[in-house]
């Protein structure tokens, strides 16, 4: 199995001599009510951007309703012109289980990284980068073990370096042999740098690396570091920045669009609308990092 890749070659060497202390910018910001966005995905045009929500009024996401969305943006990857086109409710074996989905480039295949099993399902789009198409694609069409659950994934456009963080311990790579081929791992490599965060992104080639964190007091900050292109054994802090601040904010999800120059921070928030009721908001940021 493997993807053709196309123009994509692998990145090798680096030089930290000219790293720059660039900034990152808060440009935009829009909320979708009473929905958890578990995962999301921008098209290679940035017309297109997709999430995987759980409509969730209990408090308790395993009893929630899973849902695809497409919004459609009238400017190309301003979020603040988006508007929602599809709303398709998941059903059926192949969805049942948690589980992010991630879309590499060309957008023809979702993999979807199942939280409890440690396994990764193959999908195939009948429409590129569109995840409202999964329910017309039947069952998945390859299924691979994992040594590790992958509950946030971020990977290198060549589909050879997989990552995956969590926690106050370090970040999860999962080298392949051959691109977005995950019937042989090449090797694997835990790097036990205590990190705040559990949400990485990287940049398109490999040098920038971002982190998500979550601070007391509901701020939620961006990390960003720089690296030999995705060797997680050298990153070095560039700076970090204050994105968001509210109610007990929770980072759900980032990724950098494909020409790097902008990141999108998903943030969930839990508000009380009635006495004995929860129910969850999810903040879409928008920051300009080049």
């Known amino acids: 199995m493997g993807i053709n890749l ?19 910018v808060k440009i935009a910001e829009t909320q979708i009510d009473d929905l958890i966005v578990e995962t999301t995905a921008i098209s290679s045009d940035g017309r297109k951007f997709y999430c995987h929500v759980i409509v969730d009024y209990d408090g308790n996401p395993s009893s929630g309703v899973s849902y695809l969305q497409e919004y459609t943006l009238s400017t190309p990857m301003m979020i603040g012109s988006m508007a929602l086109t599809k709303n398709v409710k998941l059903g059926g074996r192949p969805y049942i289980d948690p589980g992010l989905f991630f879309i590499p480039p060309l957008g023809n295949t979702a993999f979807q990284f199942r939280q409890f099993n440690q396994r990764v399902s193959l999908f195939p789009l009948t429409s590129p980068y569109d995840l409202t198409t999964l329910p017309s694609t039947g069952q998945y069409t390859e299924e691979f073990s994992l040594p590790i659950d992958m509950l946030h ?12 963080c969590f926690k106050n311990h370090g970040i999860y790579r999962l080298s392949l042999r051959d691109p977005w081929d995950f019937s042989y791992l090449a090797r694997d490599q835990w790097n036990y740098t205590h990190y705040p965060f559990n949400i990485i992104a990287f940049k398109p080639d490999g040098r920038t690396m971002y982190g998500l964190e979550s601070k007391l007091g509901g701020e939620v900050v961006m990390h960003q570091y720089a690296l030999a292109p995705w060797d997680i054994d050298t990153l070095s802090l560039v700076g970090s920045y204050s994105i968001y601040k509210g109610e007990s904010p929770l980072p759900t999800g980032l990724f950098v669009s494909e020409n790097g120059k902008y990141a999108y921070a998903i943030i969930s928030e839990n508000n009380w609308f009635a006495p004995t009721n929860l129910r969850f908001i999810t903040k879409i940021i928008q920051l300009q990092i080049s």
């Open 6 to 24: 196309g123009p994509f070659a692998r990145i090798v060497g680096h030089n930290f001599n000219n790293v720059a202390r660039s900034s990152v």
């Open 153 to 164: 994934v971020a990977a290198s456009p060549d589909g050879l370096e997989f990552f995956s």
